[in-house]
């Protein structure tokens, strides 16, 4: 198999030809498709996540076809096409593992962070963390669902009712999360960089009510906002948009310090929380909805050997929607 190797943090990805991997026990090996790039993946290629595992091969929204299958799985055959995300394992037996807080895991393994992921031709994935994808949709366009798309809908889902949303950063989560909430017939007020009239317009263009810069005061206050991009100034900025028990949402794994505010953004009952990796739960019910949701993503595609400039575009805010390697 070929990969794109992270070989040491800081590094550019080596392109990499490794023996084929065989699935153990409970796990599958899938010939990958397509894998996203998700801002996680710059977050473990440029060290800012604790103690990641050295040699990785990063991407954790995997698409692809099973072609080997360990002892002992079940619910899966050959051929299957599944999708793989970022919390590749978890224990089963931690305090949150019982209570079915799984994404909370003591002792997790997550896809393309520390165990290996799919910017290479072929991924060993745990048999329980992969979902089948059934044939409808193509490998590009299902991808992004996997991190974005799962991400996003428990982070909406933690933002509550309401019908004003506030999406800060508009980027691949925000672009499917913005769908997801209109066909809920919710109102998006999407935040850009101030000055973004690209992405400003591609958020109207997907049928934001209003979009404008981080630092404008949207027209109406919001029920709730989510907050993708990995910014502490924006969360006294949401605090402020959203009306006296509203809720803010911080999406992302990796946030740069939260500036002081004052108290009064707090009072009034909003509620500042984060929302971290997935349950499987999340995961099944979200890729039951999505084909009725008719989410449409946005696409750019590489070729796995240019996951280097994917991963330079996306820290250059040059990717509208969601970037996808393709081998
Ligand atoms: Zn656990
Ligand atoms: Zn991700």
């Known amino acids: 198999m070929q990969a794109m190797l992270m070989k040491k943090v800081?590094?550019?990805?080596?392109?990499?030809?490794?023996?084929?991997?065989?699935?153990?026990?409970?796990?599958i090996r899938v010939q990958v498709?397509?894998?996203?790039?998700?801002?996680t993946d710059l977050h473990v290629v440029d060290g800012e996540l604790p103690q990641p595992t050295v040699p990785i091969i990063?991407?954790?929204?995997?698409v692809g076809r099973i072609d080997a299958l360990g002892s002992g799985v079940e619910g899966l055959r050959l051929g299957e096409r599944v999708g793989v995300p970022w919390v590749g394992h978890t224990c089963g037996v931690c305090p949150y593992c019982v209570v079915h807080r799984?994404?909370?895991?003591?002792r997790p393994l997550f896809t393309g962070y520390t165990r290996d992921g799919g910017f290479a031709t072929a991924a060993i994935a745990d048999a329980r963390f992969a979902f089948p994808l059934g044939e409808v949709g193509s490998d590009v366009e299902l991808a992004p669902l996997l991190c974005a798309g799962l991400i996003g809908w428990r982070s909406l889902v933690r933002a509550g009712g309401g019908s004003n949303l506030g999406l800060y950063g508009f980027g691949a989560a925000a672009h499917i999360v913005a769908q997801v909430a209109q066909w809920q017939e919710r109102n998006v007020f999407a935040f850009t960089r101030p000055g973004d009239a690209t992405s400003q317009a591609f958020a109207r263009r997907l049928g934001a009510k209003?979009?404008?810069?981080?630092?404008?005061?949207?027209?109406e206050p919001l029920d709730a906002a989510i907050i993708f991009a990995a910014v502490g100034d924006l969360v006294p900025l949401a605090l402020?948009?959203?009306?006296?028990?509203?809720?803010?949402v911080c999406a992302g794994i990796h946030m740069s310090d939260i500036p002081a505010l004052p108290y009064a953004l707090l009072w009034g009952e909003r509620q500042l929380r984060s929302v971290a990796n997935l349950t499987r739960a999340d995961a099944i019910?979200?890729?039951?909805?999505?084909?009725?949701?008719?989410?449409?993503?946005t696409t750019t595609t590489y070729r796995l050997d240019q996951a280097?400039?994917?991963?330079?575009?996306?820290?250059?805010?040059?990717?509208?929607?969601?970037?996808?390697l393709v081998p």
């Open 10 to 27: 800081g590094a550019a990805l080596e392109w990499t030809e490794l023996a084929d991997p065989r699935p153990g026990p409970g796990q």
């Open 33 to 39: 498709a397509a894998c996203g790039v998700c801002r």
């Open 58 to 62: 990063p991407g954790h929204e995997i």
């Open 102 to 106: 799984e994404n909370l895991c003591d």
């Open 210 to 219: 209003w979009a404008g810069g981080s630092d404008e005061t949207p027209p």
């Open 240 to 248: 402020k948009a959203v009306r006296k028990g509203g809720r803010v």
């Open 285 to 297: 019910e979200f890729l039951k909805l999505a084909p009725q949701m008719a989410i449409r993503t």
């Open 308 to 324: 280097n400039q994917a991963l330079d575009d996306l820290r250059a805010g040059r990717v509208q929607g969601a970037a996808v």
